[in-house]
């Protein structure tokens, strides 16, 4: 239990298909962030918000289209995917910005394959 | 953009043995952050340094940050079959950068028996 929890845990979906992806944190964190982990590559970093702010886009194609309604919850819509974006995307959660750098928290992570 | 090198990318070591992995910025960092993935699981925190020349202990772990806060290190001794998984440094620049970490591409141990 990590106190992120990242919903559905598997996703396959057609390239036309519209999907979106959940995180819930209950560690009263103020910022959250998506990243995504292919194989063979860093993890890359997506998005951040903080305090419901998005404050990092970090050159993500607009078929990725994250909200964040409170400190708790982010999505990240996906809508006309493509075979080379499959891959797992992991949300976590960290104090937020004016508290120094902190742990980032993950959740288990949505394992996305595109057909 | 910012990068991080990490090597090597892969280690095979004998339970009982050392592991090292490190961890090159072209550019001076603000801090440095280390986790573990484990097989199948997500990344878990291991510790942050800050301070040039900083070196802490978890253990049987041991994370240094150099002196010129450009290069990191994670040395495990006398490896457990628990120690198996992904080993990530995480560098942030700072300033506005808040959050913003890179990534290592990551040290994959594997421990045998």
């Known amino acids: 239990e990590t106190g992120v929890t990242q919903t559905p845990r598997h996703l396959v979906m057609g390239m036309t298909n519209k999907k979106s992806l959940k995180c819930e944190q209950h560690?009263?964190?103020?910022?959250m962030y998506w990243y995504k982990q292919s194989a063979k590559k860093p993890l890359e970093l997506m998005f951040v918000?903080?305090?419901?702010?998005?404050?990092e886009n970090n050159s993500v194609p607009s078929r990725f289209s994250p909200e964040c309604p409170n400190s708790s919850h982010l999505f990240l819509h996906l809508h006309t995917l493509q075979p080379e974006d499959s891959a797992l995307y992991l949300c976590?959660?960290?104090?937020?910005?004016?508290?120094?750098?902190?742990?980032?928290?993950f959740g288990d992570g949505t394992r996305l394959s595109i057909l | 953009g910012q990068q991080v090198m990490q090597i090597p990318q892969y280690q095979h070591v004998q339970e009982g043995e050392d592991f090292t992995t490190y961890c090159n910025s072209s550019?001076?960092?603000?801090?440095i952050q280390w986790y573990k993935q484990r097989p199948g699981g997500h990344p878990v925190f291991l510790i942050q340094?800050?301070?040039?020349?900083e070196v802490k202990k978890q253990k049987r772990l041991t994370f240094q940050f150099g002196e010129a806060k450009k290069n990191s290190s994670l040395h495990i001794t006398a490896t457990q079959t628990t120690d198996v998984g992904t080993y990530f440094c995480?560098?942030?620049?700072?300033?506005?950068?808040?959050?913003?970490?890179?990534f290592g591409q990551g040290t994959i141990l594997t421990v045998h028996p």
């Open positions: 976590a959660s960290s104090r937020g910005q004016g508290t120094g750098n902190q742990p980032q928290h």
């Open positions: 550019t001076t960092l603000s801090n």
């Open positions: 918000y903080n305090f419901k702010e998005q404050t």
């Open positions: 340094l800050v301070k040039s020349g």
């Open positions: 995480a560098a942030n620049a700072g300033g506005t950068s808040y959050g913003k970490l890179t």
């Open positions: 560690l009263g964190h103020n910022a």
